[in-house]
């Protein structure tokens, strides 16, 4: 069993303390339900044909059809994808969303691909999984180095293969074929609203207010946008390339741009601002750190300098076990991704829904509707936190288990036929 798996299923023995669950509930949560492995075989724009290891894991469907993200990236991993479809099926059941958990993934750097194979490259992944995924069984969207317009091509491809258009059998797709409003920075937004009611709690209420994010991409640029424009300072900035740190506050607009025109934060200079690494980043002080990068950037081995009061994790699995101990003890408080960055799904479930109304919302309407979910949901999460005096992860993962543990009993278990 890989470390990454290991550490999702101590956070489940950890929250099975807490909450009255069926032994056999536990047994069905240790395993994934259904996964497929295939190599994707491309044809390359200079003729030639490459071969891509491809993976989809539907964890767990007792709540409802599975959901989850396609990454591309050269990392890649079945027990990663396995991981990722297992976070899925706790945050759905957080958020009290009808789906259960899937995760799907593609071995490849989508860099070193032109526009036209990396087209190929999505429509082969649904050709292969073609029989796996459908609206009523599981749900793609997209996750790290994938996007709106992979997710158009893999509709259109799935389309096809049924002969008819079935929009509902993956979010995250443009606007024009069947896309919501409110998608694009769904997951930050997700985080923002979280942030925001839990502020009084949280104690964020004065001038100092300062924010890091770690990884500038989808979540990392919307997180920094909404908080900046809600007045905290951006002190620090980073991504694959190295970071970028301002006391007096970084503008993410500019930011953004830098990026956009040099491919790097790091590009981006201005009064104050330095350059520095993924550590210098991390032991910035400030009130609220956002991971927003890969798995497992916050470890034994930084977590100790971190000098945040509160993090917020839009990435999934940013912080290891280990690393949670130390930051526990530290007193530093975590809203955990399960809950924190669920606003992604979440959305992805309003545009599943408009899809099979035919029926689609305005943007005020969505923003509102997450708004909502986010506090009720948030509110709960924190009344256990406190009530219970265990760690918003944890408390997190309870309000979870309560939720999965009440549906697979209902399917019926041991005590339930024999006594
Ligand atoms: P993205 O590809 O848009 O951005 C990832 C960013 O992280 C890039 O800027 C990259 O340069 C940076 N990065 C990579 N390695 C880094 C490192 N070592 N240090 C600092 N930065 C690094 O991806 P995204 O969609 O923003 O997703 C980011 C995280 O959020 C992932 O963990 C993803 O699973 C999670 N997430 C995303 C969504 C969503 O809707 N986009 C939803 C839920 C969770």
């Known amino acids: 069993m890989n470390d990454l798996f290991s550490g999702a299923l101590s956070r489940l023995d950890e929250a099975a303390r807490h909450v009255d669950v ?11 339900k259904e996964t497929l492995s295939v190599r994707l075989s ?23 059809p599975t959901k989850g993200g396609i990454r591309f990236h050269p990392d890649s991993n079945v027990d990663e994808v396995t991981t990722l479809a297992f976070w899925m099926t706790f945050k759905c059941a957080v958020m009290n969303l009808p ?6 993934a593609v071995k490849v750097d989508p860099h070193t691909l032109s526009k036209s194979e990396l087209e190929r490259l999505s429509r082969a992944y649904v050709q292969a999984f073609a029989g796996m995924i459908g609206p009523d069984r599981d749900i793609p969207a997209p996750d790290v180095y994938t996007n709106s317009m992979i997710m158009g091509w893999m509709a259109d491809e799935y389309g096809s293969i049924v002969r008819r258009p079935s929009p509902a059998v993956i979010t995250g797709k443009p606007l024009p074929l069947g896309g919501s409003l409110g998608r694009d920075d769904a997951t930050a937004r997700g985080g923002y609203c979280l942030l925001r009611h839990l502020e009084g709690d949280l104690g964020l209420t004065g001038p100092a207010r300062r924010v890091v994010v770690q990884g500038y991409g989808n979540a990392g640029f919307h997180i920094a946008r909404l908080l900046h424009a809600d007045g905290y300072r951006i002190v620090g900035l980073s991504d694959s390339r190295g970071a970028i740190l ?19 934060v790091t590009a981006y200079t201005g009064d104050g601002v330095r350059t520095g690494t993924d550590d210098d980043l991390l032991a910035t002080a400030c009130e609220v750190l956002v991971p927003a990068a890969l798995e497992d950037r916050i470890h034994a081995g930084n977590a100790g300098r971190i000098r945040a009061r509160i993090i917020l994790e839009l990435a999934n699995g940013p912080v290891t076990p280990e690393a949670d101990r130390i930051l526990d003890e530290a007193g530093v408080i975590v809203l955990p991704d399960i809950l924190a960055n669920a606003g992604g799904v979440t959305v992805s479930y309003f545009e599943w829904v408009q899809n099979r109304q035919g029926y689609y919302w305005s943007l005020k309407e969505i923003h509102e509707r997450l708004r909502v979910i986010m506090e009720t949901e948030g509110r709960r999460v924190w009344d256990m936190h406190q009530s219970k005096r265990i760690s918003m992860r944890t408390a997190a993962y309870a309000h979870a288990l309560e939720r999965l543990s009440s549906a697979i009993a209902a399917h019926g278990t041991q005590p339930f036929f024999i006594g």
């Open 99 to 104: 789906y259960g958990g899937g995760k799907g």
């Open 22 to 32: 069926d032994a056999e509930v536990l047994e069905k949560l240790k395993y994934a």
């Open 246 to 264: 301002c006391e007096a506050g970084l503008d993410p607009l500019a930011v953004q741009a830098a990026k956009e025109r040099h491919g790097s």
């Open 42 to 64: 491309v044809r390359m724009d200079n003729g030639s044909r490459r071969s891509f290891p491809a993976w989809r894991c539907r964890y767990d469907d007792t709540r409802g």
